[in-house]
């Protein structure tokens, strides 16, 4: 029997980036985490590609033609592929999904830039598949001003996004995390893009930040565990985990595996949000191929197979961590253990 080969394992190039710089640590070079990612290996298995961020230092997301041969020549020349791209769309270069008409304007052009950079890989041969990753860079405060009249302004801006991004043959995802006004808990997450209704959006689930929504973190109306909810308590998380992607997983279309502790963080300017851990951190309150299987199989148990690549996500890790070898031998062990779990085999 062969072994699983999808869906492909991908890392990521924005932890280098987010969370870093002025009030944090510095940034880490772009060549640094390719080259760590290329060597990390288990058991003969190697990453298949990554995940980048349009951010700087890493990427201009204004690189002519020329500029993105050159990226591709470089991944393709580690043997790596290019997955899902994360539009920067936050301020000053983009701006709040539900702003003023110069912020959502803003806001879809750097989504525009983002799509035109990943169509350009694609027709490279270096990006199979993956989407562009979109959030409403705003905060659940100031959402919490008008939630009716700011969840219909994130939708336009999404819309208008989503038009921006079928001129270029591509797909967003909106990641719902507990900082991102209108996308900081379950239900809000669904009601946005139920309201943006178009067929090119979808939801990237990120098991780090979605476990949040369990605990109804910035919105305790919409909490799904009990109030008295103990962390030993597996039957309660399970069951809270099968309502949650009940709810979310048709809309899933991109995913990242990850760890949290049940615990928020924030760095350098990034807001706190579900806090990354280690894949061996022993205060992980996820069982990561287990609690994957939720997002990855039907309420029948059957394969989606609605992505062909997974990423890990580890935003905010210290420096000193991502740059030991060992923590991407770690983190490629446990997305081994979920293709084993949930993958499938094709022919290539």
């Known amino acids: 029997?062969?072994?699983?080969?999808?869906?492909?394992?991908?890392?990521?190039?924005?932890?280098?980036?987010?969370?870093?710089?002025?009030?944090?640590?510095?940034?880490?070079?772009?060549?640094?985490?390719?080259?760590?990612?290329?060597?990390?290996?288990?058991?003969?298995?190697?990453?298949?590609?990554i995940d980048i961020g349009l951010f700087e230092p890493h990427f201009d997301i204004d690189s002519s033609d020329d500029g993105i041969k050159k990226l591709a020549d470089k991944v393709s020349a580690l043997n790596l592929h290019i997955g899902s791209i994360v539009a920067p769309v936050w301020p000053p270069a983009g701006g709040s999904a539900m702003g003023t008409r110069e912020d959502r304007t803003r806001f879809v052009e750097q989504v525009r830039k983002s799509c035109?950079?990943?169509?350009?890989?694609?027709?490279?041969?270096?990006?199979?598949?993956?989407?562009?990753?979109?959030?409403?860079?705003?905060n659940p405060e100031a959402w919490?001003?008008?939630?009716?009249?700011?969840?219909?302004?994130?939708?336009?801006?999404?819309?208008?996004?989503?038009d921006a991004a079928a001129e270029f043959g591509e797909k967003l995802a909106a990641?719902?995390?507990?900082?991102?006004?209108?996308?900081?808990?379950?239900?809000?997450?669904?009601?946005?893009?139920?309201?943006?209704?178009?067929?090119?959006?979808?939801?990237?689930?990120?098991?780090?930040?979605?476990l949040l929504y369990l605990l109804g973190v910035n919105r305790p109306e919409d909490r799904i565990l009990p109030p008295d909810f103990q962390w030993g308590d597996r039957q309660a998380l399970s069951e809270g985990l099968k309502t949650l992607t009940r709810a979310l997983r048709p809309w899933t279309i991109d995913f990242h595996v990850a760890q949290n502790d049940g615990t928020v963080h924030g760095a350098g300017s990034h807001d706190k949000t579900g806090r990354h851990c280690q894949a061996t951190d022993p205060n992980g309150k996820l069982d990561i191929p287990h609690d994957a299987g939720y997002w990855l199989r039907d309420e029948e148990g059957r394969l989606t197979k609605a992505f062909r690549h997974i990423c890990w996500d580890g935003c905010m890790f210290p420096n000193a961590v991502m740059e030991r070898q060992q923590t991407w031998n770690d983190i490629l062990g446990a997305?081994?253990?979920?293709?084993?779990?949930?993958g499938w085999y094709e022919a290539e």
Request: proline share 5%; hydrophobic share 40%; glycine share 10%.
């Open 144 to 162: 919490s001003a008008d939630p009716q009249g700011n969840t219909k302004l994130i939708a336009q801006t999404f819309r208008e996004a989503c």
């Open 1 to 49: 029997m062969q072994a699983n080969n999808y869906p492909k394992l991908h890392n990521a190039t924005w932890p280098g980036v987010v969370g870093k710089g002025p009030g944090s640590e510095p940034t880490l070079a772009l060549d640094t985490l390719l080259n760590f990612t290329a060597a990390a290996e288990v058991n003969g298995v190697k990453f298949d590609g």
């Open 175 to 210: 990641e719902g995390e507990i900082c991102w006004g209108g996308m900081h808990s379950w239900k809000t997450m669904v009601d946005t893009l139920e309201a943006v209704d178009r067929p090119n959006i979808g939801f990237q689930a990120d098991m780090a930040h979605t």
């Open 335 to 342: 997305m081994v253990r979920v293709r084993e779990a949930h």
């Open 116 to 138: 035109r950079f990943a169509m350009k890989l694609r027709e490279l041969g270096v990006r199979p598949h993956g989407i562009v990753r979109i959030d409403s860079a705003t």
